[in-house]
């Protein structure tokens, strides 16, 4: 293991081979105030019965909690994550489950829910309870763009984010409180070096267009779903400043009846240099890497609705070593792409 201090900030970054992409990766670990954030992406040729992907980690945090478990989960089919959370159940955990209203009759939700689980939904059918995001113990965080699926651990482009700090689980506690409240308040977080978001309530569309206007050299992008008129006018604007901006969109997002929302077409169009996906299943990523030292990630779809009605949750990092680290990731599936 080596590490490298850079500056006075003690930012730390790690080298070892580990859940990712299909190859030996850095992992860069950023520690500043007591907050330690470190990236990991999914593989994407792999198979569950292999394991070896990030799910692995996150069941061996679940089965070494003590005292609790907070899950607000969209998309969950993934019986080894199921497993553990029903063991840290029968251990005497404190544990609550959220989730979609279309998501509560699935195999999973079922059985959570059948074992005596605290399991609620967001009743509403007509916004996503979209969050994936996991607290345990009320000190480590995981969240990203990944539904607790085989797919999007070992087929899929994900990303998730492990945030260590009592006070970061604070602030995804309370989401996670209003959730089972069924009520929103704003309440993003704001540091230096991070930045949380929930939607509808902290209007994170305001946030993603000023981190694009205040832009200066480069903007990078991956899209699962990208619908947003006003995100799209405002790369074209940053583009004809000048920028280097380049993206890739789900080429399953740019199929049928999908196509028409989509703006890959009015952004190649516009010169601007963007790409479907070549992976056989799904780039299910939605990041930005502005000049190559902000990261935004999260559950967060650049669409109106992720905006207006989805609850989402949206993570900004400034730290160009943890940006290099996407960077990395966004030029592997930028080459795949066509």
Known sequence: MKIKLINTFLISIFFFLGCGSDRENNYTKV????IVIKPYFSLTNSSYKKGGGV???IIQEI???KKS???AIYGFSNDRIRDAVLEAYKRGLDTIVITDDSQINSENISMLKEAGIDLVNDE???ALMHHKFLIIDESIVWSGSANYSYYAFYKNNENLVKITSSKIAKVYLNEFNELYQHKNYEGAYLSDNLEIYFSPEDDFEQRLLQLIENAKESIDFLAFAFTND???KALKEKFDEGLTIRGVFDKEQNDGF?????KYNTLLAHKIDVKLDGNSQTMHNKIFIIDKKTVVTGSYNF???ANEENSENSIIVHNREFASRYKDEFEEIFALAY
């Open 230 to 232: 006003k995100i799209a």
């Open 124 to 126: 509403d059918p007509y």
């Open 63 to 65: 089965n070494q909690a």
């Open 303 to 305: 669409t109106v609705k």
């Open 69 to 71: 478990i907070r899950l």
């Open 55 to 57: 799910d692995d980690l």
């Open 31 to 34: 520690d500043n105030k007591g």
């Open 258 to 262: 999908l196509k028409k929302y989509s």
